[in-house]
Nanobody, 129 residues
Framework: QVRLVESGGGSVQAGGSLRLSCVASGYTSSFRCMGWWRQAPGKEREGVAMVYTGGGKAYYADSVKGRFTISRDNVKNTVYLQMNSLKPEDTAMYYC??????????????????????WGQGTQVTVAS
């Protein structure tokens, strides 16, 4: 059974930084791509960033470009989200998700979560003004 476990969330002042981690376990083949989503109370889920595990090409939501960086360590089965210059509007529950290696990962519609079959339980990020 595939399991994704996020960590690294917490409370920080605006302008601060956090680094989220997502460790994957329980699978016998690699994922095609992995990503981060977030959801604030009363708002829809938003795709934050996605990375192809093979080549490392990454995609970002416009709201986080230049501030957030997604990376992966295939040896450690881990994907990271480095978040800098945090703003109060970044406050949300952050979720990690993955596309199985046997499934296509669509760069043009990744933020909609298409084919991201595996999801973690989330880690809370709170940014105070």
């Amino acid at each position: 059974q595939v399991r994704l476990v996020e960590s690294g969330g917490g409370s920080v002042q605006a302008g601060g930084s956090l680094r989220l981690s997502c460790v994957a376990s329980g699978y016998t083949s690699s994922f095609r791509c992995m990503g981060w989503w977030r959801q604030a109370p009363g708002k829809e889920r938003e795709g934050v960033a996605m990375v192809y595990t093979g080549g490392g090409k990454a995609y970002y939501a416009d709201s986080v470009k230049g501030r957030f960086t997604i990376s992966r360590d295939n040896v450690k089965n881990t994907v990271y989200l480095q978040m800098n210059s945090l703003k109060p509007e970044d406050t949300a529950m952050y979720y990690c998700a993955a596309v199985p290696a046997s499934t296509a990962c669509y760069s043009g519609s990744w933020s909609q979560g298409r084919n991201f079959d595996y999801w973690g339980q989330g880690t809370q990020v709170t940014v105070a003004s």
